[in-house]
């Protein structure tokens, strides 16, 4: 069983859905991290969280740090979201990542 | 103030010959980490350095790669002797601090013929 499991694997929305992606992990963490890799290959760091909730624009990130879960949403998804989303679970500078989710917005 | 910079972006190399993979942190950062993705794989943690040292090598193939962080100058991803399974996509991230926030670098993609 891999360290950080992510849910779904793959992910299709039209246009204007609200999008939720899921995060388990099973190691200890200071941070959970989500990244955004663009279809041209380069990563965006989107959240670090260590608890509660954060929001930016159409992103919100959120975790439970008892059940070790944390999802990621998108409001109101636009085909330019269309990309591979990962979880990375990080215990100072150890950092696991998940298989990510490739996310298809359609027009 | 410019990103993390990683150069080249593509890198095409023949069996046996050296790749050296550069990641210029950003300003202010001074922990500089790289990875691995392997053609349809998840990133693998493969290295953490400060300045002028390596402070976690535990996820770096013990043959063939090295990495440093000098006082002056970027960081430098090295693989000697290349082979086929090394071609990937090599990324680096830098922080402020061990646990704070990283940035990534686009990468370099590794082509090894």
């Known amino acids: 069983k891999n360290e950080v499991e992510q849910s779904p694997q793959n992910l299709t929305a039209q246009e204007g859905e609200f999008i939720t992606i899921n995060c388990s992990y099973s190691?200890?963490?200071?941070?959970l991290h989500w990244l955004q890799q663009h279809p041209g290959g380069g990563i965006v760091s989107l959240f670090m969280?260590?608890?509660g909730k954060k929001k930016h624009g159409r992103l919100i990130a959120t975790i439970n740090i008892q059940e070790k879960h944390s999802s990621l949403h998108i409001t109101a998804s636009h085909p330019r979201d269309s990309a591979v989303y990962i979880c990375?679970?990080?215990?100072?500078?150890?950092?696991?990542f998940g298989a990510g989710t490739r996310l298809t917005v359609k027009p | 103030n410019a990103g993390v910079m990683q150069n080249p972006r593509h890198l095409v190399r023949r069996r046996g010959q050296e790749a050296r993979l550069r990641c210029s942190p950003m300003?202010?950062?001074?922990?500089v980490y790289w990875y691995r993705q392997l053609p349809e794989e998840g990133l693998k943690f493969m290295v953490y350095?400060?300045?002028?040292?390596?402070?976690?090598e535990s996820g770096m193939p013990k043959e063939r790669f090295s990495a440093e962080f000098p006082k002056e100058g970027p960081s430098i991803l090295r693989i000697q002797q290349v082979v086929r399974g090394d071609s990937a996509a090599y990324f680096c991230?830098?922080?402020?601090?061990?646990?704070?926030?990283?940035?990534f670098g686009s990468g370099t993609r590794l082509t090894v013929v």
């Open positions: 991230a830098s922080s402020r601090e061990a646990d704070g926030g990283y940035t």
């Open positions: 990375a679970a990080a215990n100072n500078n150890d950092m696991r």
């Open positions: 969280l260590s608890s």
């Open positions: 350095l400060q300045k002028e040292n390596i402070i976690d």
């Open positions: 300003k202010g950062h001074s922990h």
């Open positions: 190691v200890g963490i200071s941070a």
